[in-house]
């Protein structure tokens, strides 16, 4: 077989080489031709039609279908709905067991008394759920994990008689500025120069006027 420079087989066909060519004839397997693989890819047969002295048209290349080898054969169509009338007893109407303690018998039922066995757990004559159970565990890891080492009662986060005015320290949208804007406050969208603003009161609550012009000095 020819190589190339770097020493790898030259599979390209060309001219005089020995390359077969051929998707039709059949060799044996030192052979190997253009589709050597797709016959590997067919194997193992149940029956060859080439390798045997008297081919018989009748007989199929395999005695199974699909991956089934254990000679079984998969049911048809036909076969899988015609067995839905075994299914039949399990949709007629059965007589279910009826139990001693029902929704009206419920609140004459008397299931604490003493019977001799005990009341949870292994030996008890009804079951019971565990004491704990549907308990809510609402402790979260942070809070186990990171609990203050000493008790102490945390500070209010301000005076009780403490006046909130930080809205004086806001700037409201201007009136004379901002003119060309979509922010209108209120039902109407005209233009307002009032100069009153959200927070006018508290402004003159936190920034007392002062007198601008100094007094005479004498």
Not at 154 to 173: L, M, Q
């Amino acid at each position: 077989m020819p190589t190339d420079i770097v020493g790898l087989p030259d599979y390209v066909e060309r001219k005089g080489s020995l390359f077969l060519r051929s998707n039709q004839m059949y060799y044996s397997r030192a052979t190997l031709n253009s589709n050597w693989h797709q016959a590997r890819e067919a194997e193992p047969k149940d029956f060859d039609i080439n390798t045997t002295d008297k081919r018989n048209m009748c007989k199929a290349t395999y005695e199974r279908i699909g991956d089934v080898t254990d000679g079984s054969l998969p049911e048809t169509t036909y076969q899988d709905h015609s067995a839905q009338v075994f299914l039949k007893e399990y949709f007629t109407e059965q007589q279910p067991r009826k139990a001693m303690i029902d929704v009206s018998t419920f609140a004459h039922a008397n299931l604490d008394r003493d019977t001799g066995a005990p009341t949870r757990g292994f030996g008890s004559v009804l079951p019971h759920h565990n004491p704990d159970f549907n308990k809510h565990h609402l402790e979260t890891t942070q809070r186990a994990d990171y609990s203050p080492p000493h008790p102490y009662t945390p500070a209010s986060e301000r005076p009780p008689d403490f006046t909130d005015n930080s809205a004086a320290y806001r700037k409201c949208h201007s009136q004379f500025t901002d003119t060309v804007d979509y922010r209108r406050t209120g039902w109407n969208t005209w233009q307002d120069e009032s100069g009153l603003y959200m927070n006018s009161a508290a402004k003159q609550t936190v920034f007392k006027p002062t007198n601008t012009i100094p007094e005479r000095l004498e």
